[in-house]
């Protein structure tokens, strides 16, 4: 079992975007820039988080993304089910119902007992990844900063941030 | 995310050789005809069951997989780490620490919030699964059957089961 490194990478751009004034948006290649990561690579994703209505995909010389919601109300399983899609990891292909000598399809009515284990383990990994939203993770980050971290970032949205024209 | 076929088939392909008695075995050809799946593709996942310790890989005639240890030991967790592999769906590649100006080694002590909310996640998720067992999984089965699933895995076991010589 593995996520994509999109998930990383979509998870920090959401932060970075929590970041900027109300409206101001940053490009996906700036983005990429400041993550050190493929620009195509993570195109793909802000349009996947854009597609789950996460983020707003804003056109133009000024444009470029900006949350759509407020960061409070963005987990990180929103993050996780934009990038990696919405189906569970365990998948079940109803072996019990192949082979020679199936039984009868009245069996099948309740869904097979295993799928149920795994799909029951799935939703607390989802609940669990529901309870934190990007400002508990901005909140984390900034309890460890001594001012280097906010400093660093500050420099890159100086350069970068497209401010909304007023 | 997505777990790999062969963990379905690796659960069943447990609970069937947990029907055997004592020292019998089953090949994989047996448990893949059973399920109605690829021959070569399940005796991969016997051969990564018996790597993790939880089947014995029996040779010769009589030869086959069992169990290594009792089915109330061995859980839904235990199969999926030995057919997927132990290591995190999440993997961190600290893209925090890429880019342009990035920050200096100390703020990278500690390890990424992004990272430690995501691993928390799997953590519970791994928890959940290690509370099934083999034995809840028959349990589960039995409470459904009126008899016709124990009798079709019966049918199956007289033809294939390798009975240990006495």
Redesign the interface.
Known sequence: ???G?G???A??SM?MLACLEEGSTLSASALA?????SPSYLLKHMQALSSADLVDTVPGPKGGYRLKRKPDDIS?LDI?LAV?GP?P?????E??Q????P??AR?FD?PC??????L???R??RA??AK?SIT??MQ??QE?DDG??AA?GC??LDIHERKQVR
């Open positions: 079992m593995k996520l490194d998930v990383e990478q998870i920090h932060a820039e400041y993550h050190g990561v990180l996780v990696e189906q990891a365990f998948r079940c292909n072996i019990r192949r082979g020679p000598n039984l009868p069996y309740k007992g295993i799928a149920a284990k795994m029951a383990a799935e607390v990994y669990e990844l934190t508990d993770l984390d980050l460890t280097a971290i660093r420099a890159f």
